[in-house]
């Protein structure tokens, strides 16, 4: 076990943590279950460091997508439903230290989703939320909106795509 | 399920939106599908994209230790395994992928490079830099992810402290009427009494940018909103908790963006 990963650890905890709680919060609205979250996620994060290139992608994506995913997973506890598999999810992402100027991009970039999610219409994005932050399937969005499927479909679509097209120039891959 | 299927589903698959079922077919598709490939990997990392929309809520205290104490007692997987960046994995195809560069499988995934940070740095804030000199001297090193900020930039100036030139970089970009401010070895402060606090000068009058949050190993960042045709300078100075209306101290901290 090395010392000086565990303070890495701990740095990338002072720059990441209140944004990974600040999620988990959201999703859960309860706040030791988002602990738990997030205790979890630094946990996964640490024990696979040796896995990732340290060169590529971002350490904070990684750590997002994990608390995401373990936050869906506690409300889909607590309501009784089977947790679905993850989806491909956390390798999607490979990572890198906790850098000032990652931290910086992950300021500007939270800024741009942020107007991207204010250009796409109201009807979109109230079910683009309900998929990502309620982890509803499309289904139970329909049901719970009193739509056709095939609506949530179109606008789960058209709504991502106008947050892709809008992001595409402004976030640098 | 075919491509015009697949294309109907993207925006749900990216979301994790789909049942059980159709998730399935939609995994399927995806293995012999290049084009459907690519463009759900692209959907799935806008969706990811979501996660920034959530507020951040600082944690209780205590958290952090427990985190700490379970990372203790927790041992990490000992065999490095290499992700791809792109790489879209399924199972039983770990054993297929590629070993990881020897060089590359040695580096600590954790080790922290603040002097490579501090070199470029120090490059860059030697003086006012216009753009071309930014690329050029970014293309000379293998830090870009540095170059990644500076692509949109209009220009980068120096943050200077007590007359030294190192005290970090502002990024302005001109067309979103935004600068990006990263400081390097600001001291920390007593949360309880002191905070600092941007603001922008001209002609002698400061109006408040907000306060800048406390610093961490020295550095701390934030995007503010800043016109560079109604002002010129970028100060930081140290205010009671909460900031104050007009500057009470001299500045820390001043850029002439
Ligand atoms: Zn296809």
Known sequence: MQ????EAVALLYERYGGAAYGLAYRITSD???AEDVVQDAFVSLWKQAPRFDPERGQVRSWLMTIVHHRAIDAVRRRKGRNERALPEGPEEFVATRGRPEELAEWTLEAEAVREAVRQVPDEQRRTIEMAYFEGLTHVEIAERMAVPLGT?????RIGLEKMRAYLRPRVVE | MNCEEAEDLLGAWALDALTDDERGEMAAHLRSCARH?????DWRATAARLAATADV????????????????ATPQDGVARPVLAGAIPRAGDQQRRRPPPVAAARRRFFELRPAAWAAVAAVLVAAVIGLGAWNAVLQRRSGADVGRLATRASSVSALRMNGTQNAGVVVYYANEKKALIVTDGLPALNAATQTYQLWAISGGRARSLGLL????????????????????????TV???????????????VADV
């Open chain 1, 3 to 6: 010392q000086g990963d565990q």
């Open chain 2, 239 to 253: 205010e009671p908790p909460g900031g104050s209306a007009q500057p009470t101290t001299p500045p820390v901290l």
């Open chain 2, 213 to 236: 949050p406390a610093p961490v190993g020295g550095s701390s960042v934030a995007v503010v909103p800043f016109d560079a045709g109604s002002a010129q300078r970028i100060a930081v």
């Open chain 2, 37 to 41: 490939a690519a463009a759900a990997a």
């Open chain 1, 31 to 33: 706040g030791s279950a």
């Open chain 1, 152 to 156: 949530v479909k179109s606008r789960l």
């Open chain 2, 57 to 72: 809520v600082a944690p209780p205290p205590a958290l952090r230790s427990r985190v700490l104490q379970a990372i203790a």
